[in-house]
């Protein structure tokens, strides 16, 4: 039995054991609505509420790729004319325009991880030349963005769970092992490797390492936040957002899986039963420090600071300092994504049921509500412009465009 289906049934364990002990109390054990038993009687969904349109959302196209994530973290990636995807054993490339498919290719294992590229194509600058994924069986992949041909494939420690964009040909990926692996984005050689200590019980998953010259910064299962040098991997700091604590196994899983997100010289990250924070990306030391758990992780800009807790709701805090500025419970134990800034205006949320909902980023309601796949969503929308582009655990691809 390998290590990632080990922890699954692990997880599903306890579980269950804490559904039974909920049902007999009054209290009920953070983050377990993150795990779901078929064996249990699900628990009902708030009701969505109605409400009032206020911007035009148009859905400019939606096509079956026909490559289902299913519980992988899959994103999509985006560059000046293509977005690209990868679910089950395939990869595949579609125009930004009318949908159509460019290319699609078997790879011959299931993909776990990804989708990622060029540093330069991530600032909308324009089209990649390359692409990366990873695997179950812990394969990192780089395909021609253009052809969609097979560039090379390194054989890492274990399952690849994410995978940073590359930049001065580098590219890292996270794998299920608690390592992060530096490779040459030309050959695929191995450069570097670090690692952090993993917990005996985590949620699976893992947050996408982040680039900022001439640093990778990457969340990690035992609760840390780690900077490395891009080129050599050497340590350039590292902080914990959280430590351990509780009665159970389940109550200690501290995992910074979700985005974390460099705004200047500040990043802005959180952690499950754990604590949101504002870090000095140059030196790691912590600014501020709120009591807050999340899964999905946060994102930022100048005036405001968007996350998604445990429960379901959805925060505004303020950058400076980490004070609430509003929240809204309306999408409790529906597992919504973090929030994704469409302009200033507005941040776009996906859900597990599939709808993705606009919320005025400065009054805290809700704007807009479109439905997408139908199975819903575990990764967030990809926005370039006032364009977002979504990808469904069922392998549906939705361009909308807001008016």
Not at 130 to 151: E, L, V
Not at 183 to 192: K, M, P, Q, R, V
Not at 288 to 298: D, Q
Not at 332 to 345: D, H, N, Q, Y
């Amino acid at each position: 039995m390998t290590q990632r289906f080990k922890r699954i049934a692990l997880i599903l364990l306890i579980a269950n054991l804490t559904l039974v002990l909920s049902s007999c109390s009054k209290f009920s054990i953070p983050g377990s609505q993150l795990f779901e038993s078929k064996s249990s009687k699900p628990i009902p969904l708030a009701v969505l509420k109605e409400i009032k349109t206020s911007i035009s959302v148009k859905k400019v196209w939606q096509i079956n790729t026909g490559s289902s994530m299913g519980e992988n973290m899959i994103h999509p990636y985006l560059d000046k004319s293509s977005v690209y995807i990868a679910g089950g054993d395939s990869a595949s490339s579609w125009s930004k325009s009318n949908g159509k498919q460019l290319w699609k290719i078997s790879v011959g294992e299931t993909v776990s991880a990804g989708v990622n590229g060029s540093y330069a194509a991530a600032q909308q600058t324009g089209n990649t030349a390359q692409i990366f994924i990873g695997t179950t069986s812990g394969n990192a992949i780089a395909i021609d963005a253009n052809s969609g041909k097979i560039q090379w494939i390194e054989r890492l420690s274990s399952e690849i769970l994410a995978v940073s964009p590359s930049k001065d040909n580098r590219v890292v990926f996270r794998t299920i092992d608690g390592k992060l692996h530096g490779l040459s984005a030309d050959t695929g050689e191995a450069i570097w490797l670090r690692s952090q200590d993993v917990p005996s019980l985590t949620s699976v998953g893992a947050g996408v390492p982040v680039i900022v010259p001439p640093l990778v910064i990457a969340g990690f299962d035992n609760g840390k936040v780690a900077a490395y040098n891009l080129q050599d991997g050497r340590s350039a700091w590292e902080v914990a957002l959280a430590l351990p604590r509780g009665q159970t196994d389940l109550e200690r899983i501290v995992d910074v899986d979700g985005k974390i997100k460099p705004l200047g010289n500040a990043l802005f990250a959180a952690s499950l039963h754990g604590s949101s924070n504002g870090i000095n990306m140059e030196t790691g030391k912590i600014a501020w420090s709120k009591s807050f758990s999340t899964s999905t992780g946060v994102n930022v800009n100048p005036t405001g600071l968007y996350s998604t807790d445990d429960k379901g709701n959805i925060w505004k805090f303020d950058p400076q300092n980490g004070n609430p500025v509003w929240s809204i419970d309306d999408l409790e134990r529906r597992l919504p994504t973090v929030p994704v800034l469409v302009g200033s205006a507005n941040i776009v949320i996906a859900d597990k049921q599939g709808n993705l909902h606009w919320v005025n980023t400065s009054s805290g309601k809700f704007v807009a509500r479109v439905k997408g796949d139908p199975r819903g969503y575990s990764v967030e929308p990809e926005v370039m412009g006032n364009s977002i582009y979504a990808f469904g655990k069922s392998g549906i691809l939705s361009r909308l465009s807001l008016q």
